[in-house]
């Protein structure tokens, strides 16, 4: 004897009773509008670069993302990253990176500018001399981490980056390369009385041929060690 109840129906007029269509389609088109502009004040704030600090609500600070430049750096100096303005970024910076702001904006009642970036050098744009972190700088060398996206890092990365790291652990590296070469070298080949004088001429001779080809390659490609490149925007610092 009873219909059932529709309940989009029944939502439907309440709206209708509380604001008209063509009212509600201008004050979502409204919304709409300024999220727009929101959205293209962060992507040009994105792409200056960064010398300012941004002011936060303490109160609204969550501790887990606040970061000083030394923690930052040794990052950058294990992993052979780079942290740089974030106008350096190469791409698009994502849709989520951007709603991030604009909410860290809302809480804390500001306007975010001036921020920076960690990734590896292939993802930025640097000037000729998987992964990104973007931070807002807080002043006193902290910086608030805002987002972060794309692929993790290799799990070998660390141990790959190892020799870059200062001038002593690529001597270390050079030293075992030419160890383990030695040990598979057939002395066979080139005596017959293999003694110990020998496989100390044979790691000498490899030691020099390693660290020749490790010179060369490091003069002519520009290379540096990870301490000296971490925050330079110089591709061949």
């Not at 219909?3 to 409204?30: C, G, Y």
Request: proline fraction near 4%; charged fraction near 25%; include cysteine.
């Amino acid at each position: 004897m009873f219909s059932k109840t529709n309940m989009e129906t029944v939502l439907q007029k309440t709206r209708d009773r509380r604001i008209s269509s063509e009212d509600i389609l201008t004050e979502v088109a409204e919304i709409l509008a300024a999220t727009d502009r929101e959205r293209d004040r962060i992507s040009k704030n994105l792409q200056q670069p960064s010398s300012e600090e941004n002011i936060f609500n303490p109160d609204k600070l969550q501790a887990e993302r606040i970061y000083h430049l030394t923690d930052i750096r040794k990052l950058c100096v294990t992993y052979r990253l780079r942290f740089l303005d974030s106008n350096f970024f190469k791409g698009q910076f994502p849709e989520e990176a951007i709603s991030k702001i604009r909410q860290i904006e809302k809480d804390h009642n500001t306007s975010l500018s001036h921020f920076k970036v960690v990734a590896p050098s292939k993802r930025l744009k640097l000037e000729n001399a998987d992964d990104p972190l973007l931070f807002a700088p807080m002043g006193n060398d902290y910086f608030y981490l805002i987002h972060k996206w794309g692929n993790d890092l290799h799990p070998f990365r660390k141990l790959l980056m190892w020799p870059y790291k200062n001038f002593e652990n690529l001597v270390i590296t050079v030293f075992l390369l030419s160890a383990l070469l030695t040990a598979i070298t057939p002395m066979g080949l080139f005596t017959h009385t293999a003694a110990m004088q020998e496989y100390i001429l044979m790691f000498l001779f490899m030691f020099k041929s390693v660290g020749g080809i490790v010179l060369f390659y490091g003069f002519a490609k520009g290379k540096n060690f990870n301490n000296a490149i971490w925050d330079s925007k110089y591709y061949n610092a």
